[in-house]
T-cell receptor
Framework: ELKVEQNPLFLSMQEGKNYTIYCNYS?????LYWYRQDPGKSLESLFV?????AVKQEGRLMASLDTKARLSTLHITAAVHDLSATYFC????????????FGTGTRLTIIP | NAGVTQTPKFQVLKTGQSMTLQCAQD?????MSWYRQDPGMGLRLIHY???????DQGEVPNGYNVSRSTTEDFPLRLLSAAPSQTSVYFC?????????????FGEGSRLTVL
């Protein structure tokens, strides 16, 4: 059974600082997704990572995937208040499995 | 472009009542799925479908039924609601499935079972 773990679960950081959210998973996969969720809202797709070594960047967010280590990171550069949200990673197993397994999420709060 | 549409957005049920959460997408996506979201547990897959006439169970299928008679619609049925089914439910769709493409989510349906 695929397990997806995120850490930290909660993160408070000051504006302007850098930080990294980690996503570990337990089985072979090279399909990983990052989503953002604002309170009371739906999930918004941030990044799609479909190969080992994939790196995607959008504004102050950068995501990477290391399939050998079974690890993805979401790096936040010079955080701003608008980035406050809950971030989820989600992993699809290889070889035809159609199930997407989510991590428990990281609630990020940016403090002015 | 409507995307993924869920109804109702809010619902309160009494234990033992039945109801159907509706999900429709207008993107001609083959893959559709239902998740429930509970505090501290992320999203858990209930059922999914890779095309019309095909459904399969996810991680937490007990107490829920689905059907996929058309490409556009994927309703989720609660036959006899229980307080443990109090949750926020999300429908999501994808062109080809999570192995090759991202999921697009509906706005969610908040269900309370008393």
């Amino acid at each position: 059974e695929l397990k997806v773990e995120q850490n930290p679960l909660f993160l408070s950081m000051q504006e302007g600082k850098n930080y990294t959210i980690y996503c570990n998973y337990s089985t072979t996969s090279d399909r990983l997704y990052w989503y953002r969720q604002d309170p009371g809202k739906s999930l918004e797709s941030l990044f799609v990572l479909l190969s080992n070594g994939a790196v995607k960047q959008e504004g102050r967010l950068m995501a990477s995937l290391d399939t050998k280590a079974r690890l993805s990171t979401l790096h936040i550069t010079a955080a701003v208040h608008d980035l406050s949200a809950t971030y989820f990673c989600a992993v699809a197993e290889n070889f035809g499995n159609e199930k997407l397994t989510f991590g428990t999420g990281t609630r990020l709060t940016i403090i002015p | 472009n409507a995307g993924v549409t869920q109804t109702p957005k809010f619902q309160v049920l009494k234990t033992g009542q039945s109801m159907t959460l509706q999900c429709a997408q207008d993107m001609n996506h083959e893959y559709m799925s239902w998740y429930r979201q509970d505090p501290g547990m992320g999203l858990r897959l209930i059922h999914y479908s890779v095309g019309a006439g095909i459904t399969d169970q996810g991680e937490v299928p007990n107490g829920y039924n689905v059907s996929r008679s058309t490409t556009e619609d994927f309703p989720l049925r609660l036959l006899s609601a229980a307080p443990s089914q109090t949750s926020v439910y999300f429908c999501a769709s994808s062109l080809t499935g999570p192995n090759t493409g991202e999921l697009f989510f509906g706005e969610g349906s908040r269900l309370t079972v008393l």
